[in-house]
């Protein structure tokens, strides 16, 4: 139990680090669908770094580099030219997908550097590895899982008990009111929207570098999308986020484990669980009509000051 | 203060609306070449090349119409839905289970002659893709489920189970063990006309069948409204669920259908990979195409020459195909953005007006 929990916690990192990365964003009032594009743009830099540098400090500044140059494209078109969310998110998707399998050709089934992976090798954490149960499943991974859980606090702490943090939200629920109150609404929008495409980015290479240490094109695979989707399962809240990742990374592997345990179940049916479970979660968040459940009000609209 | 002052633009003359969209894409074919050389690439080989691959000659402009007939059909599904601003991104899922139920006729039916064979298979696609389509709407409809996300997970459930039919349920035992569904029967494949499958004179109907549908019919009339402001759609006192239910399920259809030409004319059997990406392709034509179904014809035309040429040019030039997409995403990112100055003019702000001031 301990060692499936704690492969859940591998899983679930990559979606964790999409999922806030995500949930920023749309706190200032953007829908990025570019999320699966972001995480291979982040993936095809983080890999190609980490193998010319050797260095895994620098892989990581390049993913989210990567990351956050893709949600640039997606901020100047839908904050400064105002176009289309929905269809500019869905070309940033296509347009990463496009741009993680050219640049990543030559790097096809090529292995990620050995100083950058034993980098990432699990790590006990001192006194806390020791704490039964708890420590084995979250104590016992490697630095980036580490990194995962600092970004999901750091994000809860600057949503909710910073100043920029409620400026952010204001942003989001009611983005002329923030104007009128003499926030940069732009400057805001923008630099959530890069944070986010960072984070993006971080989950993309932590597939690549971490989970499949081995370039392949594919490597995000939809998660992308998952991760939009646990953004309203978590009802915009980054503590529910790290559940849900991490139920979602279960079920991930769910079908690998029934299959050890002796279940005669097709892998390729089991693999729709995690597919059919965030339909289910999207079914029932529609439902949910809680005034804690909703998205920022002004999510997914342009905002034209001279339109007030 | 501000360095540029922006306000709407009430009048757009025809030309200038040309002129906006050809520099966009003037532009976008310029940033893509400088992706290009950034791999050391010569853009204009790679252009030169991609026009060689796509129309240089009779072989390959039949390649190039062949990728054009599924988008174009696709690419028509998806308009209808987007009219009514219902974010239909499940075109792969709809063109894999049109796929699959065409694919259930020709190898579980007994032997029939073609006119009855592929009338049928047809059928049975575009009733199987219409109700993967008729899933996410219904929830839509009644719940006002997110559908962005529903129609995208339904893809992945598509592909797992084409997957599961490919490597398991419908394995062709005679292919030596390899993950091979056995080819359809020739009572199930496609008759050619000049040389090409018929399924371009299907995807030919199918833009007039959608332009006078979109223009001249009171449903299509009413996917516009909807899709345009719900509340008047309300006040004139249609009925929402239905239209939304209608489109989608006319959507999932459409991409059912060439779903069905893929296995029946293309791939002459079922594999994961029949939907090919059209699903997701015509997303960026339906939108260049400002979801007018003729201009949907010529967009997608010139996105089968990327495509065909794209797979040209891996093989001639040794660059990976994805160049075709790393492309086509870079146009669609410059009209998007064109799109705001046709909208709106770009003035002198307030902080230039100070500047004049003190000047004099």
Partial sequence: MESFLATCIVAATPLLFATVGELITEKAGLLNLGVEGMMLIGAVMGFMAGLHSESAVIALLAACGGGAGGALIFAILTVTLRANQVVTGLTLTIFGTGFASFVGQPMLGAMVAPKVGAFFAKKTLPLLGDIPFFGPVFFRQDVFVYLGYVVVVLAAVYLYKTKPGLNLRAVGENTSSADASGINVAFYKYAHILMGGALCGLGGAYLALVRVPIWQSDVVNGRGWIAVALVIFASWNPLKAFLGAILFGGLSILGLRLQAMGFSISQYLVDMIPYLATIIIVIISSHKKGKENQPPMDLGNSYFREER | ?360
């Fill in chain 2, 1 to 360: 203060m501000n360095l540029l002052r922006i306000a709407k633009r009430d009048d757009i003359s025809r030309k200038f609306e040309w002129v906006v969209r050809a520099a966009a894409i003037l532009l976008s074919l310029v940033f893509a070449g400088l992706i290009l050389m950034i791999f050391k690439l010569n853009p204009l080989e790679v252009f030169k090349t991609i026009l060689i691959g796509s129309l240089g000659s009779e072989m390959r402009i039949h390649q190039t119409i062949i990728k054009a007939v599924p988008l174009i059909i696709t690419s028509l599904g998806i308009l209808v839905a987007f009219k009514m601003k219902f974010w239909n991104i499940g075109g792969e899922g709809q063109i894999m289970m049109g796929a699959f139920a065409a694919s259930y006729v020709a190898l579980f039916f007994p032997e029939m002659p073609k006119v009855l064979a592929l009338p049928l298979m047809a059928l049975a696609a575009v009733l199987v893709g219409g109700f993967w389509a008729f899933i996410p709407a219904a929830f839509k409809a009644r719940m006002g489920t997110n559908e962005t996300i529903f129609t995208l997970m339904m893809n992945y459930v598509a592909i797992k189970f084409v997957t599961y039919l490919q490597y398991q349920a419908w394995m062709d035992p005679a292919a030596k063990g390899f993950p091979k569904i056995a080819p359809f029967p020739e009572w199930a494949l496609m008759p050619k006309l000049f040389g090409l499958h018929i399924g371009w004179i299907i995807a030919i109907l199918c833009v007039i069948g959608v332009y006078f549908f979109m223009k001249y019919t009171k449903k299509g009339y009413e996917i516009t409204v909807v899709g345009e402001s719900v509340e008047t759609a309300r006040y004139a006192g249609m009925n929402i669920n239905r239209v939304i239910v209608i489109a989608m399920v006319i959507s999932g259809g459409l991409c059912g259908l060439a779903g069905m030409i893929q296995v029946s004319a293309v791939e002459k059997t079922l594999s994961v990979g029949i939907s090919g990406g059209y699903g997701f392709t015509a997303i960026i034509t339906a939108w260049l195409a400002r979801l007018n179904a003729i201009s949907v014809f010529f967009v997608c035309i010139v996105f089968a020459m990327l495509l065909q040429g794209g797979a040209y040019i891996q093989v001639n030039l040794n660059v990976p195909s994805a160049v075709a997409n790393v492309v086509q995403g870079t146009i669609l990112f410059f009209v998007l953005g064109s799109e705001f100055f046709l909208q709106y003019r770009v003035l002198p702000g307030s902080w230039w007006k100070k500047m004049k001031g003190e000047v004099a």
